[in-house]
């Protein structure tokens, strides 16, 4: 069995990361007894884009039907995580949204997999559980308030469709710098941000953590 976290941070050790990385302690903590392998995907280590919109995925008796034929970075990555096991997809909020690095992935890993019939069919090899972190900085008043669920419901609903809803987690308030006063940043108060950070980002670990095992049982 195997477990993939697919991290959109462009950082490797910071809020998204950290919460993916707990995520998958919980999955092998729930399946101690099984056989069960975990791995991060960086997704800015990888060069490629969005989909190009060249409907091989959806030409009759093309060879590529159902599959990305783009031959960059992902096409492996695509290939391997569409036999996973669960998934687990991490992303800091830029703009009120994903970021365009995962987001991108997500257009060449499931439009493929939606047929433009009347009953929009999906064609996934196969469904696993799959599950949705997101990290930022508004608090979660804010994130309420101001449009952003709106925009996550977008892509549940869609994973929902083509593979299975989400389990989902939201960790806000993070902290973004390594040091408050080097940046422009009086938008933030940094004792206010450090003391989420040591009082509730623990909190959000154990969240992740609990999310990971459950998407394994
Ligand atoms: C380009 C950019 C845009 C951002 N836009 C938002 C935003 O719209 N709303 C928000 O709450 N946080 C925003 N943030 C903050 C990040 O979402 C937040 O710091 C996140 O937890 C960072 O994740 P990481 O530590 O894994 O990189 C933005 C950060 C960057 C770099």
């Given at each position: 069995m195997k477990v993939y976290a697919i991290n959109g941070?462009?950082?490797?050790?910071?809020n998204t990361a950290t919460l993916l990385q707990k995520a998958l302690d919980g999955v092998k903590e729930a399946a101690k007894d099984k056989k069960i392998e975990t791995e991060i995907i960086n997704l800015y280590d990888l060069n490629y884009t969005g989909c190009?919109?060249?409907f091989a995925c959806k030409?009759?008796?093309?060879?590529?039907y159902g599959k990305c034929a783009i031959k960059d970075d992902i096409h492996e990555v695509l290939e391997k995580v569409s036999q996973a096991d669960g998934l687990i997809f991490g992303s800091p909020i830029y703009f009120g949204n994903i970021t365009g690095q995962l987001l991108s992935f997500l257009e060449r890993l499931l439009f493929p997999y939606l047929v433009y019939d009347k009953n929009h069919s999906t064609i996934p090899p196969k469904k696993m559980p799959t599950a949705f972190i997101y990290t930022m900085n508004a608090p979660e008043e804010y994130m309420e308030k101001g449009g952003y669920l709106s925009n996550f419901n977008n892509f549940e609903s869609i994973l929902g469709h083509i593979l299975t809803k989400p389990l989902v987690m939201y960790s806000n308030n993070t902290y973004q710098?390594?040091?408050?006063?080097?940046?422009?940043?009086?938008?933030?108060?940094e004792e206010e941000k450090a003391e989420h950070k040591k009082m509730q980002f623990p909190l959000d670990c154990q969240r992740a953590f609990e999310l990971g095992a459950s998407l394994i049982k």
């Open positions: 941070s462009p950082r490797k050790n910071k190009k919109s060249c030409r009759l008796g093309g060879k590529s710098f390594d040091d408050y006063s080097k940046y422009k940043a009086d938008l933030f108060s």
